[in-house]
């Protein structure tokens, strides 16, 4: 089937929620192929993703080696490297429990239910260009107007305050407060952070008012920032952390770990997909590489910093967000037909979230083509 083929039958089958152009066939470390045989260094790497590149032999032979042996047995039963998996977590966070999901969305989903349960309060509070997914939970404490406005009304109920804005905060937080959702970078929004005391400002405060702490590392976490968890360089400890993206290296995946004295009994939550034997071989696989991996984190990001510190980046280890404007969408377009690909956050920012295996060669060779898009 020809490409043109193929997107006749896109458009006459797939719901068009999606706006595409380009289709990949092929990957390799962080470089991808199309269907139309050209190469590009992916700063996008299914955003977020695929921490571990596309395609790592550890991580193919490790889902192939499970798959040949048990796919799927449901939660009913012990799952083959699922508790081995939940250690790992809890070692590499410094929380207590874990609980796997199947994507970012359901995690946060997770930890809605745990903050409920535990605190027996209803409302919570999130953040202003903050998002936490598309399910309808998730998408209630997800801030954006134009995807969580046409499906309103919304459980639970949240309240918005400006990122960054303690006082904003301290208005809103009271005894019927479940919980305060907060990313430590804002990744859709374009790699926005606040200062480091924020964050202790917002501990104080959900202590202060019996509220958890419920910090999304859905994108920032699994070593992307040159930590496990990137709010782990604030020196503040959350409640309850959710995860996905990158780990699993592209295998639906997601997890929450909380604090101790948080968990689910029997029957409070579950799921028939979540931590199955497949996701964990390609966990245990992807976290073996990201412990190989993660001390080289922090240098890649400022190797990125210093060739495009002319456009004021916004770098945290291998996020990267550039201010643009108007311009994002022709930028981005100037760089995958110069072999890079690159994409659009919110409000005109370019962001770069690259595998943590990108080489410098690589990094050196996106950031001329960055220069060349952003000076044209």
Known sequence: MTGTDYRALDARYY????GRERMLVKGEGARVWDDEGNEFIDCVAGIAVCSTGHCH????????RQAARLIHCSNLYY???QAELAERLVHHT??????????GAEANEGAIKLARLATGRQRFVAFEHGFHGRTMGSLAVTHKPAIREPFEPLEPRCDFVAY??????????????A???VEPVQGEA???TPPNEFFAGVRDLCDDAGALMIVDEVQSGMGRTGTWLAIQQTGVSPDIVSLAKGIASGFPMGAIVAREGLEFTRSQHGSTFAGGPLACAAAHATLDVIEEVLPMVRAKGERFRSALSRFDPRVRGLMIGISVGDRCGDVAAACAADGVLVNCAADGNLRLVPPLVITDEEIDRACVVLGRALDG
């Open 164 to 177: 960054g804005d303690l006082e904003g905060l301290k208005s809103v937080i009271n005894s019927k407060t």
């Open 57 to 64: 032999p550890h991580v193919v032979e490790a889902i192939c």
């Open 15 to 18: 719901m068009p929620a999606f």
């Open 79 to 81: 799952v083959p490297g």
């Open 179 to 181: 919980g305060v959702f």
């Open 94 to 103: 410094g929380m207590a429990k874990a609980f796997f999901s199947n994507s």
């Open 190 to 192: 374009g790699i926005i």
